[in-house]
């Protein structure tokens, strides 16, 4: 029962771990570069994982709710605990050996005592001989202590023929007995036997159940979540998705181009640079209308540089350098369309005091920590850092300062 029980718990916190790295993992590939049927095949992992937890919390259930409850209910049938502990059946089989022996005991305990008597009687006997021979070579012995010796000797004869005809009696009698003690202890065995042989196929039968509810391979559902995956991976088409990436954020996109517009009041608010940021961080053209091929739309027409750096964990193994569709273009020079690219060097700074960013783009920090400053603070006492797990945001310019 405990096996098992321990068995379950380890299918259980597989099941877990797997529904765990299911959901980090959705959540990085929906946050990340990828798109169209590679990112859906890719998605299918996924999928897959929960289905497999799934399957595995049911052989936990399995096990618990089927084996293990057969197991304890025939326990409680086949064993019955005792008031003083240990089990009836123990006590029973005990009862029975000790009472088909008993008979046999009591007689092997007389000849064990009539061996011990008949061998004290030789040894006397031969006690009384060497002392009667020695003590012929004894001339002051006197002829009446001869006697006495001689005597003894005599008397330790007869014990000896006494004694030994009690402990031959008492072997035949014991001789007798043994074929009725075998039988009656043969009786006990095969009773226990009997008990035994309905624990050993009863497990046989248990392990058996077991074995099929650990089998996935003879699931369907098993096979078919590998089946789907499969399909899935099959399904991925780099020429679709081409097709799908140009015709949304390529030449086949929808233009809005700037036209001549009237000027109004609402249009002659000054915005302060950091709303400026804000509106211009990365690559994106204004009124864009999604005319074209909308397979996918769940993905945004345009994506900010800012937005994309934030999404990526720090363990993400794509190096931002070697993206094709980053804001930086083959040779190296600056995107034409980002007009607040990074200015001057760029500067370690420490934290003076702990900051909490109260929007999406402004950075979170403790006092002591460390972080690069890469601009200059500007007209509103911002300026544009990132920290060293790769989030690029705003932050108060005084309250940091110049690592020296």
Known sequence: MNCLHERARIEKAYAQQLTEWARRWRQLVEKGPQYGTVEKAWMAFMSEAERVSELHLEVKA???????????????????????????????????FRKAQKPWAKKLKEVE??????????????????????????????????????????????????????YEKSLKELDQGTPQYMENMEQVFEQCQQFEEKRLRFFREVLLEVQKHLDLSNVTGYKAVYHD???????????????????????????????????????????????????TDGVTLTGINQTGDQSLPNKPSSVSS?????????DWSDDESNNPFSS????????????????????????????????????????????????????QGWC???????QVGLYPANYVEAIQ
Request: hydrophobic share 30%; glycine share 6%.
């Open 62 to 96: 399995s096990l618990m709710n089927d084996d293990f409850e057969k197991i304890k209910n025939w326990q409680k049938e086949a064993f019955h605990k005792q008031m003083m502990g240990g089990f009836k059946e123990t006590k029973e089989a005990e009862d029975g």
């Open 229 to 279: 995956l499969e399909q899935s991976i099959r399904a991925a088409d780099a020429v679709e998705d081409l097709r799908w990436f140009r015709a949304n954020h390529g030449p086949g996109m929808a233009m809005n181009w700037p036209q001549f517009e009237e000027w109004s009041a609402d249009l002659n608010r000054t915005l302060s640079r950091r709303e400026k940021k804000k509106a």
């Open 328 to 379: 930086t273009d083959a040779n190296g020079d600056s995107n034409p369309f980002d007009d607040d690219a990074t200015s001057g060097t760029e500067v370690r700074v420490r934290a003076l005091y702990d900051y909490e960013g109260q929007e999406h783009d402004e950075l979170s920090f403790k006092a002591g920590d460390e972080l690069t400053k890469m601009e200059d603070e500007d007209e």
């Open 384 to 390: 544009k850092g990132r920290l060293d797990n790769g």
């Open 306 to 314: 800012y937005e994309k750096t934030q999404s990526y964990p720090t």
């Open 113 to 166: 005592a009539a061996k011990k008597a008949h061998h004290a009687a030789c040894k006397e006997e031969k006690l009384a001989i060497s002392r009667e021979a020695n003590s012929k070579a004894d001339p002051s012995l006197n002829p009446e202590q001869l006697k006495k010796l001689q005597d003894k000797i005599e008397k330790c004869k007869q014990d000896v023929l006494k004694t030994k005809d009690k």
